[in-house]
């Protein structure tokens, strides 16, 4: 009986969390879609702000998110997965791998914030890059390399060791194993850690805030090396820096959804990535 | 009898503790050998130094001498690649790649820059050493991973076979497997000693018995006693072994 209850209480609190945690996200997003999804049309992702951001859409800051999101992919992926091969491949237990290990844990748990002024000292003052989608786009590099690193290592690890001496026994290099059986498998892993990391990079606003995102640019931009305009930047000034507040929610909101619909769309990518894997999985 | 592959005062260990002591043998060319001994006696961990698969573990490490033909296998002046492309190896549970059956053989052909106008010919001659060709040879691009388990361990001995090499080392390559695909392995083994030197390690004593010319037991870590199948098996000199083959223990 007792045992009954205990099993019972149980449920109930894990049941109950799990329904907390979606009722959550369930208000946000509803929240967010019934104000906002009045405003995205076709018009609004496509042309520039007009008559002080009142009007008119947020093409800039689509385009300066991909880009940011680019050069982001550009820098953090090859150093990430490199990094996570020699990790798990290469190094050899010791002292110094232990501490690179924690020192990579490490920077995954720094403030979003410090990343900004980081990125603000080296790439912007040091590097000379200016505030600049150049800029932006490293250090949300920096932030993400810690992510990528670990799921790949992770995603590297669940590879058996098994499949890496079939290979070896044949007489191939370890350089040869790795390039063509290890990575290929573990392949599916590395893209879904980094498709997540990318997600989270391109939300974002800490680290562009000083590095690069502007308020408003006039026109379209494409350049690497000026200043940009961002979703999730866009979506903090009309709502809190705007002076006709007010007049700008629908707009705000407009951007948060096109936001999360992009989040979404490469999360709903690493899933069906996933999926495919597992149903493949040999 | 010609010797094919050796070890001399061979001791492992893995960080400070010892786990092959003192070890001399050596393996007669186109001979089945046998490693037999109760588990975690050496005999798996014996097999992996011919062809240096310890390199990979970092706080092993080997001292003695352990030669094929007269090639020391662990000097630096000699490639690990060519020793092992010379020593091929079977695993234990069958490992093939996540590739098709085809490229199972095409790919260390490949990285071993044999022609492409030989590559088709080798394969088929390696499957059907390995008596696999009429199960496979209607879908060679089916994944390796569709294969039963014995038709997938018949492919990684078609793998191994495959490249030509001079010794094939077997660690317990039929454990994993019904009693039908032994016996078919059990047949290969036989077939293939013509044109390989053959060391297996096996758990199965009537296996031993069967397929082996030679048998050595081992035990914690040291080899007690090697010598021909049947007088490893009828007239064992060892109390050790007379009560290991008698089924007293292991």
Not at chain 1, 43 to 50: R, Y
Not at chain 1, 90 to 95: F, H, L, M, Q, T
Not at chain 1, 256 to 269: D, G, M, P, T
Request: one cysteine or more; glycine letters at 6%; aromatic letters at 10%.
């Amino acid at each position: 009986m007792k045992k009954k209850i205990l099993y019972l209480v149980n449920w109930i609190v894990l049941i109950g969390s799990t329904i907390i945690v979606c009722v959550v996200l369930g208000v946000i997003l509803y929240d967010i879609f019934s104000k906002g999804f009045s405003s995205v049309n076709w018009n609004f992702i496509s042309e520039l702000p007009t008559e002080g951001m009142t009007k008119g859409g947020i093409l800039p800051a689509i385009i300066g998110t991909t880009l940011l999101t680019f050069i982001t992919t550009l820098f953090s992926v090859p150093f990430g997965v490199g990094c996570a091969i020699y990790l798990n491949e290469y190094a050899k237990p010791s002292i110094l791998t232990n501490i690179i290990r924690a020192s990579i844990r490490n920077l995954a748990g720094i403030p979003s914030i410090i990343y900004g002024l980081f990125g603000l000292a080296l790439f912007v003052q040091a590097f000379k890059l200016g505030t600049s989608v150049l800029s932006a786009g490293l250090t949300l590099g920096l932030l993400s390399l810690p992510y990528i690193i670990t799921t790949a290592e992770e995603a590297l690890k669940r590879i058996p060791i098994s499949m890496r001496e079939a290979t070896l026994a044949l007489g191939t290099t370890q350089f040869e194993t790795i390039k063509d059986i290890v990575l290929p498998k573990a392949l599916p892993g590395i893209l879904t850690g980094i498709i997540l990391t990318l997600s989270r990079a391109a939300g974002e606003t800490a680290p562009i805030l000083f590095t690069g995102v502007a308020f408003y640019i006039n026109g379209l931009s494409f350049s690497v090396n000026k200043e940009f305009m961002a979703l999730p930047y866009h979506l903090y000034m009309l709502s809190t820096q705007h002076q006709s507040i007010e007049q700008v929610r629908p707009l705000a909101y407009g951007t948060a959804v096109v936001l999360i619909l992009l989040v979404f769309i490469l999360n709903s990518i690493a899933f069906y990535i996933r999926f495919k894997q597992n149903s493949t999985d040999y | 009898m010609e010797i094919k592959l050796s070890a001399h005062s061979l001791n492992l260990y893995f960080g400070k503790k010892k786990i092959l002591k003192n070890i001399n043998i050596d393996f007669d060319k186109n001979q089945v050998t046998s490693l037999i001994g109760p588990s975690g006696c050496g005999k798996s961990t014996l097999l992996r130094c011919f062809n240096r698969m310890h390199d990979l573990t970092p706080d092993a490490k080997i001292e003695g001498i352990l030669k094929l033909d007269y090639l020391d296998i662990y000097d630096k002046k000699n490639s690990v690649t060519d020793i092992r492309r010379r020593i091929g190896m079977v695993f234990q549970k069958p490992n093939p790649l996540p590739k098709s059956v085809y490229e199972n053989l095409s790919y260390a052909l490949k990285i071993h820059q044999f022609s492409s106008k030989e590559i088709p010919q080798l394969i088929e001659s390696a499957l059907k050493e390995s008596y696999l060709w009429d199960e496979v040879k209607d879908d060679l691009k089916k994944p390796a991973v569709k294969l039963s388990g014995g038709q997938q361990q018949r492919l990684c001995i078609a793998r191994a076979v495959v490249l030509r090499p001079e010794v094939i080392l077997m660690d317990e390559p039929c454990s994993s497997l019904d009693p039908i695909s032994t016996n078919k392995i059990e047949d290969l083994i036989n077939s293939l000693k013509k044109d390989y030197t053959i060391v297996i390690v096996t758990h199965n004593m009537q296996q031993a018995r069967r397929i082996s010319d030679k048998v050595a037991f081992m035990y914690l870590g040291e080899v007690i006693e090697f010598g021909t199948t049947e007088n490893i098996f009828k007239n064992p000199q060892n109390e050790l072994t007379k009560n290991y083959v008698g089924g007293h223990f292991g």
